[in-house]
């Protein structure tokens, strides 16, 4: 081959993977904003040599401003890669399902973006230095419903600094999520900086239920008086008005363990084509939820199979909040080894629910699958053939050997078998004799890695307002005196009455069959001062039995 057929050919595989290298992306950080407001627009490229975006295609459908540029250098394993971040701020020209265009930079191209603009009403007291505005999700939720709960700061001059509050409602959790966004709105001829602060809103019981109003207080930039008479800045501040919501009790006719949602589907993401006796096949299963999150989303699970072990992995999350309120997409595996050839059917999972929005009880489910198991490549799912092969003496020849006591032929192999058992048992033996108590080194430092994973009263408080039932029995467990390996050591080590039918009550809430608000009611009131704990004496004599080694 000629020599310059060779450097051409190197030079287009180094130019080939230059360019699989290399990745451009854009993104929204959001993909629903109202006329009036801005988003931002992100570009992220690896190429150093690409140079920044054209713009000019966004001109159609935004009004582009506040161009903004960022260089970072990474140095992994002693290579040095450069990535440029782009960001621009794009106000919507018209209502309606918009598209940002894909954009050029360098030679790249970035993915065209889908955004769906609104019109949206003024909130009120719009006209103000600065205002409040908060919206929910749902203004008669059910109990344990969750509930997106949004919250809006306006100001109309920029900030020096600033704090905004949102108080924990009485007789529900508030937990906050994700990040604040910051972008402009006009609202009624002024132009506004808007804050938004999302919340998980979750009732703990039924009846009337309100959600303090939020506080606002800081200093924004002054006017011309200000500069010259003062330091420059002014105070400001806004409070917002409460919300009042009616929390609704679980009806008498909802499935068990309660799941209120807006919405619920299941489908099977991946599914094999063959499958053989002995050898494992992967069924991946999907469950998106509306209305809930991760934590309280049950587990997608699999009945017990005649004909088959099923091995389930961890599930895997993906939490989001949308429309004002949360959505959760879990993915579960499960690893299916048939035990035996032939038919074989897989029950598909279901999932109880209820409609928040029909005020109705529903059952997400999927179709069984059904199997034809083929025989294992070791003639595996044929195990009575082989057996009536062996009695009708079809596998006996040279090597075989008869076995006393034992009808059937045994070839050679077997006595090495049998050899290499019983010298594994003898070594066995010997290494149990060899083997002495653990040191007292190990035994003293048991007690201090105890009191190092021990929980507080603090812990037990968040657990009961934002955590599951599980997270509540993991302190309960973590605050005994050494550590409690579950609920039940729990209650025996309780001196209170109270404090250990409220455990009760949280394991009947833990497993389906009580009161979950009651539960988390009755906790909150008997542990208010701390668990009460019976003392060291008390508890070694309820010991039916005495001490296995006494001490001499």
Same mark, same amino acid.
């Given at each position: 081959?000629?020599?310059?057929?060779?450097?051409?050919?190197?030079?287009?595989?180094?130019?080939?993977?230059?360019?699989?290298?290399?990745?451009?992306?854009?993104?929204?950080?959001?993909?629903?904003?109202?006329?009036?407001?801005?988003?931002?627009?992100?570009?992220?490229?690896?190429?150093?040599?690409?140079?920044?975006?054209?713009?000019?295609?966004?001109?159609?459908?935004?009004?582009?401003?506040?161009?903004?540029?960022?260089?970072?250098?990474?140095?992994?394993?002693?290579?040095?890669?450069?990535?440029?971040?782009?960001?621009?701020?794009?106000?919507?020209?018209?209502?309606?399902?918009?598209?940002?265009?894909?954009?050029?930079?360098?030679?790249?191209?970035?993915?065209?973006?889908?955004?769906?603009?609104?019109?949206?009403?003024?909130?009120?007291?719009?006209?103000?230095?600065?205002?409040?505005?908060?919206?929910?999700?749902?203004?008669?939720?059910?109990?344990?419903?969750?509930?997106?709960?949004?919250?809006?700061?306006?100001?109309?001059?920029?900030?020096?600094?600033?704090?905004?509050?949102?108080?924990?409602?009485?007789?529900?959790?508030?937990?906050?999520?994700?990040?604040?966004?910051?972008?402009?709105?006009?609202?009624?001829?002024?132009?506004?900086?808007?804050?938004?602060?999302?919340?998980?809103?979750?009732?703990?019981?039924?009846?009337?239920?309100?959600?303090?109003?939020?506080?606002?207080?800081?200093?924004?930039?002054?006017?011309?008086?200000?500069?010259?008479?003062?330091?420059?800045?002014?105070?400001?501040?806004?409070?917002?008005?409460?919300?009042?919501?009616?929390?609704?009790?679980?009806?008498?006719?909802?499935?068990?363990?309660?799941?209120?949602?807006?919405?619920?589907?299941?489908?099977?993401?991946?599914?094999?084509?063959?499958?053989?006796?002995?050898?494992?096949?992967?069924?991946?299963?999907?469950?998106?939820?509306?209305?809930?999150?991760?934590?309280?989303?049950?587990?997608?699970?699999?009945?017990?199979?005649?004909?088959?072990?099923?091995?389930?992995?961890?599930?895997?999350?993906?939490?989001?909040?949308?429309?004002?309120?949360?959505?959760?997409?879990?993915?579960?595996?499960?690893?299916?080894?048939?035990?035996?050839?032939?038919?074989?059917?897989?029950?598909?999972?279901?999932?109880?629910?209820?409609?928040?929005?029909?005020?109705?009880?529903?059952?997400?489910?999927?179709?069984?699958?059904?199997?034809?198991?083929?025989?294992?490549?070791?003639?595996?799912?044929?195990?009575?053939?082989?057996?009536?092969?062996?009695?009708?003496?079809?596998?006996?020849?040279?090597?075989?050997?008869?076995?006393?006591?034992?009808?059937?032929? =045994?070839?050679?192999? /077997?006595? !090495?078998? +049998?050899?290499? $058992?019983?010298?594994? &048992?003898?070594? @066995?033996?010997? %290494? #149990?004799?060899?083997?002495?108590?653990?040191?007292?080194? =190990?035994?003293?430092? /048991?007690? !201090?890695? +105890?009191?190092? $994973?021990?929980?507080? &009263?603090?812990? @037990?408080?968040? %657990? #009961?307002?934002?955590?599951?039932?599980?997270?509540?029995?993991?302190?309960?467990? /973590?605050? !005994?005196?050494?550590?409690? $390996?579950?609920?039940?050591?729990?209650?025996?080590?309780?001196?209170?009455?109270?404090?250990?039918?409220?455990?009760?009550?949280?394991?009947?809430?833990?497993?389906?069959?009580?009161?979950?608000?009651?539960?988390?009611?009755?906790?909150?009131?008997?542990?208010?001062?701390?668990?009460?704990?019976?003392?060291?004496?008390?508890?070694?004599?309820?010991?039916?039995?005495?001490?296995?080694?006494?001490?001499?």
């Amino acid at each position: 081959m000629p020599r310059w057929c060779t450097s051409l050919a190197c030079l287009l595989l180094l130019f080939a993977s230059v360019a699989a290298q290399a990745q451009t992306r854009a993104w929204i950080d959001r993909d629903q904003v109202a006329l009036g407001e801005t988003l931002t627009l992100n570009v992220e490229t690896d190429d150093a040599r690409a140079g920044t975006p054209d713009w000019s295609p966004l001109d159609k459908d935004f009004v582009v401003s506040g161009n903004s540029s960022s260089r970072q250098v990474e140095i992994v394993n002693g290579k040095a890669s450069t990535r440029m971040l782009f960001a621009v701020a794009l106000q919507p020209r018209r209502e309606g399902l918009l598209t940002v265009p894909a954009l050029t930079v360098g030679s790249h191209r970035t993915q065209p973006l889908s955004l769906t603009v609104t019109s949206a009403a003024p909130p009120a007291r719009a006209g103000s230095a600065a205002f409040i505005e908060a919206q929910l999700d749902d203004e008669t939720p059910y109990v344990q419903q969750t509930v997106g709960y949004t919250l809006r700061l306006y100001y109309a001059t920029p900030l020096v600094s600033g704090q905004l509050d949102q108080a924990t409602p009485d007789g529900a959790s508030l937990q906050r999520v994700g990040s604040d966004l910051q972008y402009t709105r006009q609202v009624g001829g002024k132009r506004y900086t808007v804050v938004e602060r999302r919340f998980l809103l979750v009732p703990e019981r039924s009846g009337p239920l309100t959600i303090p109003g939020a506080r606002f207080s800081g200093r924004s930039t002054g006017g011309f008086f200000d500069d010259m008479f003062g330091d420059g800045s002014r105070e400001l501040s806004a409070n917002g008005a409460p919300r009042f919501v009616t929390v609704r009790p679980v009806p008498a006719r909802a499935p068990q363990p309660w799941l209120p949602l807006r919405g619920l589907g299941l489908r099977y993401v991946a599914t094999p084509q063959r499958v053989r006796a002995g050898e494992a096949a992967t069924v991946t299963i999907e469950a998106r939820a509306d209305g809930a999150t991760a934590a309280q989303f049950p587990d997608i699970e699999l009945p017990a199979i005649d004909g088959a072990q099923v091995f389930a992995e961890p599930a895997q999350t993906d939490e989001t909040f949308d429309d004002g309120r949360p959505k959760v997409t879990v993915t579960r595996k499960f690893s299916i080894v048939p035990t035996r050839a032939g038919a074989l059917r897989i029950p598909g999972p279901r999932i109880a629910w209820w409609d928040v929005r029909a005020a109705a009880p529903r059952t997400a489910s999927l179709p069984d699958l059904q199997w034809q198991v083929a025989p294992g490549a070791a003639g595996s799912g044929a195990p009575a053939a082989a057996a009536d092969s062996a009695n009708n003496g079809l596998a006996s020849d040279e090597s075989a050997a008869r076995l006393p006591g034992v009808q059937g032929d =045994a070839r050679i192999w /077997a006595w !090495a078998t +049998a050899g290499f $058992a019983l010298l594994w &048992l003898a070594t @066995l033996v010997w %290494a #149990l004799q060899r083997r002495t108590q653990p040191s007292p080194q =190990a035994v003293d430092s /048991a007690p !201090a890695h +105890a009191v190092a $994973a021990r929980a507080d &009263l603090r812990d @037990l408080k968040r %657990a #009961l307002d934002s955590g599951d039932f599980g997270d509540v029995a993991d302190v309960l467990c /973590a605050m !005994a005196k050494p550590p409690a $390996a579950d609920l039940d050591a729990v209650r025996e080590r309780l001196d209170d009455a109270a404090q250990r039918d409220a455990v009760a009550e949280l394991q009947r809430a833990r497993w389906g069959d009580g009161d979950g608000p009651a539960a988390r009611a009755s906790l909150r009131a008997a542990f208010a001062s701390g668990p009460r704990w019976r003392s060291r004496a008390a508890t070694a004599t309820d010991e039916p039995l005495p001490p296995l080694y006494p001490h001499g």
